[in-house]
């Protein structure tokens, strides 16, 4: 099993573009979890999923980002319009259960201009 | 409101010395506690859990409730020990499948040869 799947690895685009980063947790994992890691907030829950479901959003940052699953092999992240601020480390988990282990893909790197 | 501190940024030791990485955690109810590790160029990776009460790489974790402590600890580290490290409590609320992680901002660990 190649592990959680993120891509792009890294991202650099321009402020007010969209952005949307992907990923695709371990086969039969039914939880899902979205992360930024920031030097100054260190690593933070954005939203996670329970079967494709969204369970608990409250740590998206604001109307600009969204997060969809439309199946159990698949999510993504979308900042639009993006800003210098959003410039992170995002990273994405997913876990056999919502209290077990949580295996983290290598993360996506994103610089905002 | 949940919360855990991880008061060192960064903690510098000598090769063979002890380490000992603090975690203080505010939760109600009983958490489950994590320690994470993430190493250079590696992603980030479980490295213990209160509840398996193993000793993974030398390291291991006492769950202090009265301190509301869940302090990491090695008797002597190794240079392969330097890396990132996260504390993480983890509750279950509002019924089955929500789960509530709160991840601390980590402590950089270097082991000077």
């Known amino acids: 099993d190649a592990g959680v799947i993120q891509s792009p690895r890294h991202e650099v685009t321009e402020m007010g573009q969209e952005v949307t980063l992907r990923c695709k947790p371990i086969s039969g994992h039914d939880y899902l979890f979205w992360y930024r890691q920031t030097m100054m907030r260190g690593l933070e829950l954005l939203i996670y999923?329970?079967?494709?479901?969204?369970?608990?959003d409250s740590g998206m940052p604001e109307d600009r980002f969204s997060a969809k699953m439309p199946n159990a092999s698949f999510s993504t992240l979308k900042i639009q319009p993006s800003e210098p601020r959003d410039s992170a480390v995002y990273f994405c988990?997913?876990?056999?259960?919502?209290?077990?282990?949580?295996?983290f893909g290598p993360g996506t790197r994103l610089t905002v201009t | 409101a949940q919360r855990v501190t991880q008061p060192e940024k960064l903690l510098s030791v000598f090769k063979g010395a002890p380490v000992e990485l603090k975690c203080n955690y505010s939760y109600s109810g009983s958490p489950e506690l994590f320690w994470y590790v993430q190493y250079s160029r590696q992603r980030l990776q479980l490295l213990l859990r209160h509840i398996s009460r193993e000793s993974i790489k030398g390291f291991t974790a006492d769950l202090n409730k009265g301190e509301t402590s869940f302090h990491l600890k090695k008797p002597f580290a190794q240079e392969e020990d330097s890396a990132m490290y996260y504390c993480?409590?983890?509750?279950?609320?509002?019924?089955?499948?929500?789960?509530?992680?709160?991840f601390g901002k980590g402590t950089k660990l270097s082991v000077i040869p």
């Open positions: 988990a997913s876990s056999p259960t919502g209290a077990d282990e949580q295996y």
């Open positions: 999923f329970n079967n494709n479901v969204p369970i608990d």
């Open positions: 993480a409590p983890q509750r279950e609320y509002s019924g089955a499948g929500s789960y509530q992680l709160t």
